[in-house]
């Protein structure tokens, strides 16, 4: 009687060892219903790491797959492979969806989950000649960029900040997005009320991780909460769109995940939440990845059950990148919330939006009856195009009597570290850093391989690629 595996053999792959970063192959397998990543490196032995806790949503990724959208122009060749070419290579299959320009290293906190471990400690500037540069390289990538978010750091203490944003502003940038602590807006209305003057095409991407002192103790090393309060009050007040991220932590902060989407739709600013688990890069105190780690469908799976808005149906994965990315989109109309996502046709998602649908509420709210997915605005309409806001959706065309003010989103974000990285899925990956000498580099490859003094480990990988190809 042959004796059987206690697994299913899925799929192959190549991934890093989590310890010396070389490169390793990987077996993707499914296991008492879950999916595993199962490596082996020469030197450090056998790893096995949870990746996903749904077979059927990470069975599902595989249909949500479309022709890869490309950058205007590469940055690097291709020498080594990926993930030691980055920057962007002609190998890799997504342009950028959005892209990240850090102005400062300096903070005034020093979070114990920092990914770019920024502190106030760190004084590093740069200077508005290299932010220009930086910019300028996301436009001769993109052309039009999706979204460019002025990061750090803490990019509002940055002491030409408005200057930065005028850079931006004058370039062809769809949606602009400054990704912030909140304590300067929390504690300068002045400062807020010139962030105003940037509407509409502007966003405040607002750290926002719990509710609660002891997880904001835990994540970020400081009681949060009033700073929290006042600058939801102010963007509320200026009516400025606003995006709460909530970095998520298994056991600190996942069961506030309903609480922080029903706070989110009670301001009148805040469009929408993003959940982020941790990714085990950079600062990482008391962060045990096979303890702490939270896979995409964990919390896909809490927002279902916690939300009491969004169905199964309704958290979808993104067709960009859809191991990493899952999305949610309602609209919210006189006090009612109506999700949206779960309407979409598969087909059409993946068209891009090409068809029209027509669907029809009940006619006590006439304001429900909207057209989703068209591919024509007109230019006068104040309706909103998503597909401005997120290359990979089709566009949305709402009566001119909604706008941007009632939609709400909910996107889970997951970057790939050392332990469950994916080479196949790096190559789609969509959100990208600009790297001071003007190559964009993934995301989740730059905190691994490309910040601080990382690339002296990558050239001692690339070295020894090298060798071995010799020795080939």
């Not at 990704?179 to 009320?193: H, K, L, M, P, Y």
């Not at 006068?380 to 401005?388: D, I, V």
């Not at 790096?426 to 989740?444: A, L, Q, T, Y």
């Not at 730059?446 to 690339?455: A, P, S």
Request: charged letters at 25%; proline letters at 6%.
């Amino acid at each position: 009687m042959p004796k059987n595996r206690p697994y299913l053999f899925y799929e192959l792959t190549n991934s890093i060892c989590s310890q010396c970063l070389r490169k390793t192959e990987a077996k993707v397998i499914f296991e008492e219903g879950r999916v595993y990543l199962w490596k082996h490196c020469p030197r450090h032995g056998r790893e096995k790491v949870l990746i996903s806790t749904d077979v059927d949503y990470y069975k599902r990724c595989r249909e949500f797959l479309k022709p890869a959208e490309m950058p205007q122009v590469w940055n690097t060749p291709i020498r080594y492979g990926c993930p030691y070419d980055c920057g962007l290579c002609p190998d890799h299959e997504q342009h950028s969806c959005l892209t990240l320009v850090e102005v400062t290293d300096h903070c005034n906190l020093q979070c114990p989950i920092c990914y770019a471990e920024s502190s106030p400690n760190r004084t590093t500037w740069r200077s508005l000649a290299e932010i220009e540069r930086m910019l300028d390289a996301v436009v001769r990538n993109e052309g039009e960029p999706d979204i460019v978010q002025i990061s750090g750091g803490e990019p509002t203490l940055h002491p030409q900040f408005f200057d930065i944003l005028d850079m931006a502003k004058a370039r062809p940038i769809r949606h602009l997005m400054v990704n912030t602590n909140g304590i300067r807006i929390a504690q300068d209305r002045e400062f807020v009320r010139r962030l105003a003057a940037y509407m509409p095409g502007f966003e405040i991407y607002l750290q926002f991780d719990s509710l609660e002192k002891e997880a904001l103790m835990n994540l970020r090393g400081a009681d949060l909460r009033e700073i929290r309060r006042k600058a939801v009050e102010h963007l509320n007040e200026f009516n400025i769109s606003t995006t709460l991220v909530v970095t998520l932590k298994k056991g600190v902060n996942d069961g506030e995940i309903g609480r922080v989407i029903q706070y989110g739709l009670e301001q009148p600013a805040v469009r929408g939440v993003t959940f982020q688990p941790i990714q085990a890069a950079g600062r990482t105190e008391a962060f045990d990845p096979s303890r702490d780690r939270l896979t995409l469908s964990e919390v896909r799976q809490k927002i279902i059950e916690q939300s009491g808005v969004f169905a199964a149906e309704d958290i979808i994965p993104v067709p960009c990148h859809p191991d990493c990315l899952a999305m949610g989109y309602a609209l919210k109309l006189n006090g009612n919330v109506i999700p949206l996502t779960g309407l979409i046709d598969p087909q059409i998602l993946l068209e891009g939006g090409r068809n029209t649908i027509v669907f029809e509420q009940d006619q006590s709210l006439q304001e429900r009856i909207f057209h989703l997915f068209s591919t024509s605005h007109s230019p006068q309409s104040s309706a909103l195009s998503l597909r401005s806001l997120l290359c990979c959706l089709p566009q949305v065309a709402l009566p001119d009597s909604i706008g941007y003010e009632n939609v709400f989103r909910v996107i889970i974000m997951q970057f790939l570290d050392a332990h469950n990285f994916d080479v196949r899925s790096v190559k789609k990956s969509c959100v990208h850093i600009v790297h001071p000498d003007g190559r964009i580099i993934p995301f989740d490859t730059y905190n691994l391989f490309y910040r601080d003094g990382r690339e002296e480990v990558l050239k001692a990988l690339r070295d020894e690629r090298q060798m071995e190809d010799r020795h080939v």
